[in-house]
């Protein structure tokens, strides 16, 4: 039996498949406004009450990752393997992340869970710091 079982996929609208065309097009976190830019810049009038509503919805569906911001704000991104749980390290300049994997991460969590009575345990680690690109421009 699958412990963490993904949500039923959202059904397919022209305005989800818009935006998972363009995040399909960058491997950047970014938030609903940044995603909503990039399909305007490219002549499409979803507006962006749909963007975040489609965001959030693939997001349920396990179709994009959703990570928070510096500022408190949801960033989403589409990732190459939705399929298994993973990480990320994440630049806090310019969104860019890179999957890492944490079987570390894994075994305490589940460790922890069971010292304390708890099952089906969940977690998000986020790691953030700044990329090479970044760091050659600040310095």
């Known amino acids: 039996m699958d412990e963490n079982p993904q949500p039923a996929l959202p059904r397919?609208?022209?305005?989800?498949?818009a935006v998972l065309a363009v995040l399909d097009a960058?491997?950047?976190?970014?938030s609903?406004?940044?995603w909503h830019e990039c399909l305007r810049s490219s002549s499409s009038t979803?507006?962006?009450?749909t963007v975040y509503r489609a965001l959030q919805a693939l997001a349920d569906a396990g179709e994009v990752d959703s990570?928070?911001?510096?500022?408190?704000?949801?960033?989403?991104?589409?990732?190459?393997?939705?399929?298994?749980?993973?990480?990320?390290?994440?630049?806090?300049?310019?969104g860019a992340a890179v999957e890492i994997e944490g079987p570390g991460v894994e075994e305490w969590?589940?460790?922890i869970g069971e010292q304390h009575g708890y099952s089906l345990v969940e977690h998000m680690?986020?790691?953030t710091g700044i990329c090479e690109a970044c760091a050659a421009k600040e310095g």
Do not use: P, W
């Not at 979803?46 to 009450?49: D, K, V």
């Not at 990570?67 to 310019?94: A, K, P, Q, S």
């Open 12 to 17: 397919m609208t022209r305005q989800r498949t």
């Open 26 to 30: 960058s491997e950047d976190f970014r």
């Open 32 to 34: 609903a406004q940044q």
């Open 46 to 49: 979803i507006g962006l009450a």
């Open 67 to 94: 990570v928070m911001g510096t500022d408190g704000e949801t960033l989403y991104r589409r990732c190459g393997d939705n399929t298994r749980h993973h990480h990320h390290l994440r630049c806090r300049i310019c």
């Open 109 to 111: 969590a589940a460790k």
């Open 125 to 127: 680690i986020e790691l």
